[in-house]
């Protein structure tokens, strides 16, 4: 057993969870260990609205959004005052209907690139539509989240329920990993240290 708790200890960073559950089953005390690391909640059961409660931001509201038909300028100033890199688009007169998502890379390629004007060039010639828009719910997984966010190369996601719900970016996700995964390495001490028996 201690040469198993030194080469846990020594490899500490790179076991988990499941590894030590089998190296548990191998042991001569396996019955008699009950541990907290059996019950860990993982990246699959963790929602996207976990995470945005963790998020100083985490309440919906106009800091969100941008209206179709603002200026490049207006949305980029928006952005800037409330520290995000995106905003959901939405129709003129309607709060309701998602038009697409404004990113900071949008205004970059398709404004400064381009030599328009951030004054006179609307968001709506340089948003990602609405049917190219890729979206979660709050009961999402993180791990999901994070598969959509590689798959479709973005950064930024909005949560819908129905209604903006808030706005989860590739930050949130690799926060929400290293979290788990400091959660994870201090179980794993603790369990090393024996204040699991």
């Keep these: 057993m201690q040469v198993i708790a030194r080469v846990i200890k020594s490899c500490r960073e790179t076991f988990r969870v499941p590894v030590l559950q089998q190296l548990q089953a191998y042991t001569e005390n396996a019955s008699v260990i009950e541990s907290p690391l059996m019950h860990l909640k993982g990246l699959e059961n963790t929602t996207v609205a976990e995470v945005l409660m963790k998020k100083e931001d985490e309440k919906d509201g106009p800091w969100l959004w941008c209206k179709s ?6 949305a980029a100033k928006q952005m800037a005052r409330n520290n995000i890199g995106s905003l959901v688009v939405l129709k003129p007169g309607d709060e309701q ?3 697409g998502i404004v990113t900071e890379r949008d205004c970059l390629q398709k404004v400064i690139a ?6 006179y060039t609307k968001v709506m010639e340089i948003m990602t539509n609405q049917n190219k828009l890729v979206t979660v719910t709050s009961d999402t997984n993180v791990y999901q989240a994070m ?3 590689s798959k479709h190369q973005i950064r930024h996601v909005p949560v819908i329920d ?3 719900v808030g706005m989860i970016s590739m930050v949130d996700v ?3 990993v290293v ?3 400091r959660g994870e390495m201090d179980k794993l ?5 024996g204040d699991y028996y």
């Design 162 to 164: 129905g209604r903006i």
């Design 114 to 119: 381009k030599d328009k004007s951030f004054k």
């Design 69 to 74: 038909d603002d200026t490049v300028y207006d």
């Design 189 to 193: 001490n603790d369990f090393i240290k």
């Design 147 to 149: 598969r959509l966010m």
């Design 174 to 176: 690799v926060r929400a």
């Design 97 to 99: 209907i998602i038009a």
């Design 179 to 181: 979290d788990q995964q």
